[in-house]
Each structure stands twice: as C-alpha cells, then as structure tokens.
C-alpha cells in the first residue's frame, strides 16, 4: 500500500511520519530505546531498537496511520511472515508465532526438519514450512504440523525465492556469514535457512 508524500524517518530514538508536500510532521514519538532499523508493511511499521546502553534489542510494532504503539518486546526477527492474526518467525528449526496484536507468545513448536532448515510460506490462506525433501502444513491455531503435498499446481519445494500474498520479501535475502539479519530498511527478514544444506545424504529431511 503507497502513500504518497509520506516518508517515516528515525532520529536517535524518535520516529516521525511526514509529509513532504505540507512539511509538516503527522506524527512522531519517542521510542526511549535507540533506533536501527524500520520496515513498514502496509499499516504497520516494524521498528528494531536498542537499549541507550548498547545493552539488549528490541522490535516495536507501531500502526502506520496515528503512531501507535501496539508492542515492544526485547527480541529481533530474523525471519518473519505476517497474517490478520499473527506474527511467524521462523529461526533455524524453530517457529513461534505472535499475537500481532499484543506481541505475546501464541505457540513455539520445534518444525521436525533435521538436517536443513525449512522454510515458510503462505499460500491461499494455508501456512506451509518446506524444504527439498518435505512440506508442511502449520495449523495457525495450536502449531501442530501435518505432512502435505504441494499446493495445486506448485512445486514449493523447487522454489528458492517466494513473495508471499502480503507482498512481503520473505525468503529473498540469504543471512550474512554472522548468521544474524535483522529487519532493517533494507528489507525484512532473510532466508534464514541458509540453503538445503542436507539434501547430500543421510536421509535429510
């Protein structure tokens, strides 16, 4: 979603909504923790921040349109996929799941992927973890997983990059050789997975 002559700019720990035809600020506030990192997606804009101290990192959850902060917790995403509901993030072999509107922890379950790890997809409402060898299906509500095919006329597990329906870039951008990427102006996220590094042998899944 586009809104012209809008632009969202950080200054130490504020951030500010403005509009560069009246220049003049719609909204700003003050975050109280270091800012470094913003992304927004649609009517909501992902803040990453840290402590003045340098100690501790942080993700704020704002609503694009007043400022509003919904959440901060102290913790930063490294892969993330986002519904009406909730907030997925998925790191090595481990996903969690969000209340998108409280920040608070709806499930954390283990994928069951051994020898690589997956990666995460939603399509037609369904949320799928893949990797070469296998797809599941998530169920959104208690995190239980069930082995599935591929959806109609997909071959998710030939596919290397996906932009999934909330025209977020999930799965595009491989993690530096740190292992960590933050969501940062840059984009969101990254494929944590790092490629399918146990499709050699050994009965990877």
Do not use: C
């Amino acid at each position: 979603m586009k809104t012209k002559n809008n632009i969202l700019l950080a200054e130490k720990t504020k951030l500010s909504r403005f509009d560069t035809f009246t220049s003049k600020i719609i909204w700003a506030v003050d975050l109280e923790k270091m800012i470094t990192g913003i992304t927004r997606i649609d009517h909501l804009v992902f803040v990453t921040n840290i402590s003045k101290w340098g100690v501790g990192q942080y993700t704020s959850l704002l609503k694009f349109d007043t400022g509003e902060i919904l959440w901060t917790i102290k913790k930063v995403f490294t892969s993330i996929l986002i519904t009406d509901q909730y907030v997925f993030s998925l790191k090595g072999s481990k996903l969690e799941a969000l209340s998108l509107k409280t920040g608070k922890e709806h499930f954390i379950i283990s994928t069951t992927f051994k020898w690589t790890a997956p990666k995460l997809a939603l399509i037609g409402e369904k949320l799928y973890l893949y990797s070469k060898k296998k797809v599941v299906e998530v169920n959104q509500k208690n995190g239980q997983l069930m082995e599935v095919e591929s959806p109609k006329g997909l071959d998710i597990q030939s596919i290397t990059i996906l932009v999934d329906e909330f025209q977020m870039n999930i799965n595009t951008m491989s993690t530096p050789d740190s292992g960590v990427y933050f969501i940062d102006d840059s984009g969101l996220g990254g494929d944590a997975s790092g490629g399918d590094g146990g499709d050699g042998g050994g009965g990877g899944e």
